[in-house]
Nanobody, 125 residues
Framework: VQLQAFGGGLVQAGGSLRVSCVASGSTFRDYSMAWFRQAPGKEREFVAAIKRYGSSTYYADSVKGRFTISRDNAKNTVYLQMNTLKPEDTAVYYC???????????????????WGQGTQVTVSS
């Protein structure tokens, strides 16, 4: 599966932004999808995930209550709605996909086989 992320940009602290990731080349509903982010000089970290077929979602503690992950299987797209953004949310946001991931590994970046190219999100203070 090929992934293309877009929708990043510059936003003021407290604002909102939605990033999207379009998948192609395979049956989208067969894949669990996730968002990770990487700030300069830091490790890539888990942000949110949504399981294949169903609607189970998972979030990092740092974004819980502010970010919402969703998917539209008809459009082969996963979204990350980001509200009440903070300067520490500044990072390159990557989407990832895997067809066989288990719940215990859903926050583990090494468990995902497919990655998009990333989209920059910058939150100004």
């Amino acid at each position: 599966v090929q992934l293309q992320a877009f929708g990043g940009g510059l936003v003021q602290a407290g604002g909102s932004l939605r990033v999207s990731c379009v998948a192609s080349g395979s049956t989208f509903r067969d894949y669990s999808m996730a968002w990770f982010r990487q700030a300069p000089g830091k490790e890539r970290e888990f942000v949110a995930a949504i399981k294949r077929y169903g609607s189970s979602t998972y979030y990092a503690d740092s974004v819980k209550g502010r970010f919402t992950i969703s998917r539209d299987n008809a459009k082969n797209t996963v979204y990350l709605q980001m509200n009440t953004l903070k300067p520490e949310d500044t990072a390159v946001y990557y989407c990832a996909a895997d067809s066989g991931i288990i719940t215990s590994q859903i926050r583990n970046k090494a468990a995902y086989d497919y990655w998009g190219q990333g989209t920059q999100v910058t939150v100004s203070s």
